[in-house]
């Protein structure tokens, strides 16, 4: 008895240290950065669909596309159909936004932090950019951010919400050591109907070709 005793303590200690390491693991912390989530979703909904803001924001035909705005404004942001956790090396998508990777390691440490903070940033920016010109500033015009008080040992956590329609929505999060998580939220132009897996997310959102990315189902 003394010895399953120890072995439950061990699996219980090994289950929490992966909570903490995958910064989404515990209930609470992933309530915390989901309803942040749904929350900037619904900033960015109201953006989209109200037409005095978005003709004094800009003039340009992109930002009232009809196809676009007909999609956001009859999804539901209120409830998600599934939440994805996305994780990536950086280092080695670093591709992704530069021809000069094996220069990297000549920077200084800030250097390297701003060109990781661009690697993050640009994800949403590719997925977009193979919808054409219209998705780029229609996505990059209706994005959003914010903070919130959140501890985790996660400097980076990416989450995408999908809806029963309309488009997903694809939030980072960032973590500093003073509890403090800061997030960018953005619209990517998919097709949420399309989307009930893992398999399913990665082929409608085309991010087979992003080094170690890996898509997990978290809700």
């Known amino acids: 008895m003394k010895r399953l005793s120890v072995l439950m303590m061990i699996i219980f200690g ?11 693991g515990s209930s609470d912390g992933c ?6 989530g749904l929350e900037s979703a619904a900033r960015m909904k109201e953006a989209v669909c109200n037409e005095t803001y978005r003709n004094m924001i800009s003039s340009s035909a992109a930002l009232n596309d009809s ?3 007909h999609a956001v404004s009859s999804e539901n942001v209120v409830e998600y159909k599934a939440v994805y956790e996305v994780t990536f090396d950086p280092e080695k998508a670093l591709g992704t936004i ?20 661009q690697v993050y940033g ?30 985790t040992q996660k400097e980076k956590t990416i989450l995408v919400f999908v809806f029963e329609s309309g488009y997903p929505i694809w939030v980072t999060y960032n973590s500093d050591r003073e509890g403090t998580v800061s997030y960018v939220s953005n619209w990517i ?5 399309q989307i009930d897996s893992e398999e399913t997310f990665i082929r409608e ?13 978290i809700r």
């Open 98 to 117: 530069t021809d000069r990777v094996e220069e990297f390691d000549t920077l200084s440490e800030y250097l390297q932090t701003k060109i990781i903070a």
């Open 122 to 151: 640009s994800i949403p920016t590719l997925i977009n950019s193979k919808k054409g010109s219209s998705a780029l500033a229609f996505a990059a015009m209706f994005s959003d951010s914010g903070s919130i008080k959140h501890k």
């Open 67 to 69: 196809d676009m705005i």
């Open 189 to 193: 132009i998919a097709d949420c109907a």
């Open 205 to 217: 959102l085309h991010i087979d070709n992003v080094p170690t990315l890996e898509v997990k189902k």
């Open 14 to 24: 090994l289950t929490a240290l992966t909570t903490v390491l995958t910064g989404c």
């Open 31 to 36: 309530d915390t950065l989901i309803k942040a």
